[in-house]
């Protein structure tokens, strides 16, 4: 879908909103030079991260799902095993998406500083699951609680943010996210009357901008 034409009269100074759940990119990162009002993501606004293959039709697809819930399971018992570390793998189908969370013990380092230890492996994890399958795999991991919390993190600072945007007009950017907190962000958004939201910028500093609606 082509991106909509920007207006061409000047726009609208923004604000960037901040929460310790969002971490804005270390002062030495280079960031690209941003737009004053960002184009919609092609995907739909994150709505979908890594679309997977067509299955055919539902009862395939949640075999599919509990399939890949399996291998990732399997995976990630062997990688515990190899790094001696002590760890329970729950295992579960969310919406269109194989759930996967390890519990239990110290885990803090599978979760890293801002759970990018965390991004790294779901990303090894759904190549695994691939790999077996065939399928390109939208799995979730969650280690330790960290993406529920985060969620809720996220959850109040964009419907706080929401609120902001509605009553002053003026829209604010988000720090940088990845894929997973701008589509929480972008859900909580699309529920508020008033306002929307787009991403800009190229990962890893994408980040999202709420919106007066016009």
């Known amino acids: 879908m082509s991106a909509p034409q920007h207006p061409t009269?000047?726009?609208?100074?923004?604000?960037?909103?901040?929460s310790g759940a969002v971490l804005s990119p270390p002062a030495d990162a280079a960031v690209p030079a941003q737009p004053d009002l960002p184009d919609p993501d092609e995907d739909g606004a994150d709505a979908v991260v890594e679309p997977a293959d067509p299955v055919g039709d539902d009862e395939g697809t949640d075999d599919l799902l509990v399939r890949e819930g399996d291998?990732?399971?399997d995976y990630l018992?062997?990688?515990l095993d190899i790094l001696d570390?002590?760890?329970?793998?729950?295992?579960?189908?969310?919406?269109?998406?194989?759930?996967?969370?390890?519990?239990g013990g110290d885990l803090k380092d599978l979760v890293g500083p801002d759970g990018a230890v965390l991004e790294a492996l779901q990303e090894l994890t759904r190549?695994?699951?691939?790999?077996?399958?065939g399928v390109r795999s939208r799995l979730m991991l969650d280690i330790s609680?960290?993406?529920?919390?985060r969620r809720a993190d996220l959850t109040s600072l964009a419907a706080e943010t929401a609120r902001r945007v509605a009553s002053s007009g003026q829209?604010?950017?988000l720090s940088a996210m990845n894929p997973f907190e701008r589509k929480v962000v972008h859900d909580v958004?699309?529920?508020?009357?008033?306002v929307h939201s787009e991403s800009e910028g190229e990962e890893p500093n994408r980040r999202v901008v709420v919106l007066p609606d016009r």
């Open 9 to 18: 009269e000047p726009a609208a100074p923004t604000s960037e909103a901040t």
């Open 71 to 73: 291998v990732a399971g």
């Open 77 to 79: 018992e062997r990688l």
């Open 85 to 103: 570390v002590d760890g329970d793998i729950d295992l579960d189908v969310e919406g269109d998406r194989a759930s996967v969370a390890i519990v």
């Open 127 to 133: 190549l695994a699951v691939a790999q077996s399958t």
């Open 145 to 149: 609680g960290f993406r529920a919390r």
């Open 171 to 173: 829209p604010e950017r």
């Open 189 to 194: 958004i699309a529920g508020v009357a008033g």
